[in-house]
C-alpha cells in the first residue's frame, strides 16, 4: 500500500511541474505586458546573494478590507503600459482599456513576484528600478519577467525597446 502511495504521489508530481512550466512558458509568450510601480525595499540578502524584495504602489490604492483570499483586481494601463487601480474584481465585464490582474491576500497583498534576483555586483544597475514588468494572461495571471527604469526601459538585460 505505501510502495501505491508513493508511486501515485510521484506521479502526480512529474505530471504537475510540467503543465506549471508550460502555464508559466504560454504566460510569457502571449501574456501583454503591464508596469507596476515598485516601492523601495533594501536589496540584500547574505545567504540568497544580491536581490530586491518588491513591493508595489498600488498596495495603496487597493482597500484592503475588501479584498478575499485571493482574486483579481481590475487595472487600467496608461501609454506607457503602467497599471492603475481602478477596482476589485467581482465578475462584472471589463471596460474598454481595463485588464485583470490576481491578487493574493495573506495579512498583506501580493500582486505577483515579491523578489528579483540579480547577478553579484549588479545592485547599483537595479537600484534604478521604478517599475516590475510583467506578463499578464487574460485570467490576470502574471509572471515578472524584469525591472524597468524611469524610461519604462528594462534594467539589466539586452532586449529591444518595446
Do not use: W
Not at 508511486?7 to 512558458?25: D, G, H, N, Q, S
Not at 483570499?69 to 496608461?78: N, R
Request: glycine share 8%; net charge positive; aromatic share 8%.
Amino acid at each position: 500500500m505505501k510502495n501505491l502511495v508513493f508511486f501515485c504521489t510521484t506521479v502526480l508530481v512529474l505530471a504537475a511541474v510540467p503543465f506549471l512550466v508550460i502555464k508559466k512558458e504560454s504566460t510569457l509568450a502571449e501574456g501583454s505586458t503591464m508596469l507596476l510601480r515598485l516601492a523601495p525595499v533594501d536589496p540584500r540578502s547574505l545567504i540568497q546573494g544580491d536581490y530586491m524584495v518588491l513591493r508595489y504602489a498600488m498596495d495603496r490604492d487597493v482597500p484592503t478590507s475588501q479584498l478575499q483570499d485571493s482574486g483579481c483586481l481590475v487595472v487600467s494601463l496608461d501609454t506607457n503600459n503602467v497599471a492603475r487601480f481602478v477596482k476589485i474584481h467581482k465578475g462584472e465585464s471589463l471596460q474598454a482599456g481595463e485588464r485583470l490582474l490576481r491578487y493574493r491576500n495573506r495579512g498583506k497583498l501580493r500582486l505577483g513576484a515579491e523578489s528579483f534576483m540579480f547577478q553579484e555586483g549588479d545592485a547599483g544597475i537595479y537600484s534604478r528600478a521604478r517599475y516590475g514588468e510583467l506578463k499578464v494572461d487574460k485570467e490576470g495571471v502574471s509572471v515578472l519577467v524584469g525591472l524597468c527604469g524611469d524610461d519604462f526601459q528594462p534594467l539589466g538585460r539586452k532586449q529591444k525597446p518595446r
